[in-house]
């Protein structure tokens, strides 16, 4: 792992700052890096203000959107709600077709079918509407490379309004409107919305227009939080305060979908984390397993015991998930060692029989062991598709870019994408992509990289550091939680690996007169540095740990380094 300590801010503004907040500088140090350097603007991270976010009109065409959806309602026409399959896509669909519910008795919902359509607005789909005397589709998480596919609606009298968050290629489609802050014409001043973010946006303005309150619109922002947190865009500006309210809302009054899934989930109060790795791969598992309608209808039932039939259902769906990324994984490991592709710039793997359904999961498994861009194929249809993963700082859709000769289509962010091709392009793809990672992929981002904020003494640690670190979160990008080193620390003496193969290091650290109690997950092979007592630096988060009712720090230890 590579160490990298984040710049000290100025010092002069690090203790006005303190002074002003009556905080450690310790504390005033990590809002600084955050570029908070007033009380005022330190008031408004700390206590998130929906009244802070942004006028929805100032995204391009807006108001041509709440127009022609306004036009629609009174005009009783039918409007197809229509999402992508993953967590961003299905909570869209829930958020903007139960909105239009309350104004509308003919908003139908439409998830393509991963394995039939793939991913994005689909021919059957809209094939579908014109069959259902559909006049209006709204796509949300999709749409933005969709022109051709316009095209075909208008010949058959469907307007399109598209809600995306995806780079737009180098044409944007002839739509109603088309809602995307990333189009470089959209003078929207938050750039990082998902997809739920943008639909969220959208109803906001239909609000605004119908003069109706704004308090209509809370009971939404569970869905919204989940799409954030589950997306991984940055937890930044409006995300920030989004999530925020959202989390909120999901620890006091979750809507009764939430509350099915959560129904065996034993915790006072859920953080980011928990939606992360709780709730979004279950919402995943229905698109990926079986069909993403199946979470749709989870987000938006009314009745309990309904509710928790669907649950039950997702559930299977995320048990069987598992077995099979699990079983996925340890193929595509086996293909790398049998092509001797261990020390290749990137991997690309790819088996017919793979279940579309885990290889993005998979994708993201192998950067874990082989760290570099990674890209796993499966048969769709007559076509290859593929998930691509990234490592930090690789922007590996520029990447893609430099293989659109190989590809029949593709589309993504930074550090994910999708794509398809033909089976005769695979292997020219394969080789052009390791050529671009090879020569663009720099040194310093071939390992894993820890950004340490500060340096902090044992002794700095106390209950109301924690506390007021507490109130960092909701984390995500832009917004990680602290991370802090300290020198010069030794083991008691009774540390020890732990958990299945020992993968996991337990320890109690001490320097002078200060010890913390310290787990690292998945850092067993550290263990000889504790064993031997030698005089180490550790990078690390802190941590509550409750034994026996009993709440104590702990330390989440990141990383070990020996002290020679």
Same mark, same amino acid.
């Given at each position: ?126 094939? *579908? $509407?014109?069959?259902? &005397? =559909?006049?209006? %589709? /709204? ?6 490379? #969709?022109?051709?596919?316009?095209? *075909? $609606?208008?010949?058959? &009298? =469907?307007?399109? %309004? /598209? ?6 290629? #180098? ?5 109603? $409107? ?387």
């Amino acid at each position: 792992m590579r160490w990298t300590i984040k710049p000290q801010p100025n010092l002069n503004e690090v203790q006005h700052l303190s002074k002003a907040l009556g905080v450690p500088d310790q504390i005033s140090r990590l809002l600084v890096q955050r570029d908070i350097k007033t009380f005022e603007e330190a008031k408004a991270f700390f206590r998130p203000d929906l009244k802070d976010l942004h006028d929805p009109f100032l995204m391009k065409d807006m108001q041509k959107a709440v127009d022609r959806i306004v036009e629609a309602l009174q005009n009783k026409e039918r409007i197809l709600v229509y999402g992508d399959y993953d967590v961003d896509g299905t909570t869209s669909v829930a958020l903007l077709s139960s909105f239009l519910e309350t104004k509308s008795s003919l908003i139908t919902t439409y998830i393509p079918d991963r394995y039939q359509e793939g991913y994005g607005v689909s021919y059957q789909g809209i094939d *579908y $509407a014109s069959d259902n &005397d =559909i006049s209006l %589709i /709204i796509t949300l998480d999709c749409g933005i490379k #969709a022109i051709d596919k316009v095209i *075909y $609606a208008k010949e058959k &009298d =469907i307007d399109f %309004i /598209i809600c995306d968050h995806h780079r737009p290629g #180098a044409k944007i489609p002839d739509a109603i $409107a088309v809602l995307d802050p990333k189009r470089e014409d959209c003078p929207y001043p938050y750039k990082e919305l998902c997809g739920c973010g943008v639909g969220f946006k959208l109803i906001q303005a239909i609000t605004f227009y119908l003069q109706e309150p704004f308090s209509n619109l809370i009971p939404y922002l569970d869905l919204v939080a989940t799409a954030i947190a589950a997306d991984i865009v940055p937890m930044t500006g409006e995300n920030r305060i989004l999530t925020y309210h959202g989390l909120r809302l999901l620890n006091t009054k979750p809507r009764i979908g939430f509350k099915a899934l959560l129904s065996s989930v034993k915790k006072e109060e859920l953080t980011i984390t928990d939606v992360v790795f709780i709730i979004a791969p279950r919402i995943n598992a229905a698109g990926r397993m079986k069909h993403g309608q199946h979470a749709v209808m989870l987000l938006k039932e009314e009745h309990p015991e309904t509710a928790r039939q669907y649950a039950q259902e997702i559930e299977h769906f995320n048990s069987d998930r598992r077995v099979t990324d699990q079983h996925t994984t340890v193929e595509a490991l086996t293909q790398i060692i049998e092509n001797n592709e261990e020390a290749n710039a990137s991997t690309v793997v790819y088996h017919k029989a793979w279940h579309k359904g885990v290889i993005g999961i998979v994708a993201s498994r192998l950067t874990e062991t082989y760290y570099r861009p990674t890209v796993v194929f499966t048969k769709s249809g007559d076509k290859l598709a593929a998930s691509v993963r990234s490592v930090k700082g690789f922007d590996v859709y520029k990447a893609l870019q430099q293989c659109a000769d190989h590809l029949e289509q593709f589309g993504g962010h930074k550090y994910a994408a999708g794509l398809t091709l033909y089976e005769h392009q695979y292997q020219d793809f394969k080789n052009k992509f390791e050529e671009v990672v090879l020569n663009t992929l720099s040194t310093n981002l071939k390992e894993p990289e820890i950004i340490i904020d500060n340096t902090l003494e044992f002794s700095e640690i106390t209950p109301k550091l924690h506390r007021i670190l507490k109130q960092f979160a909701p984390f995500g990008p832009g917004n990680m939680m602290p991370v802090f080193m300290t020198e010069g620390v030794k083991d008691t003496g009774y540390g020890k690996c732990v958990g299945s193969d020992s993968k996991h290091l337990k320890a109690t650290f001490v320097k002078r007169n200060s010890r913390f109690n310290a787990i690292g997950f998945n850092l067993g092979s550290k263990c000889d540095f504790i064993e031997n007592q030698c005089s180490c630096s550790i990078a690390y988060t802190i941590d509550e740990n409750e034994w026996n009712d009993e709440i104590t720090l702990q330390l989440k230890v990141k990383d070990i380094k020996s002290i020679l």
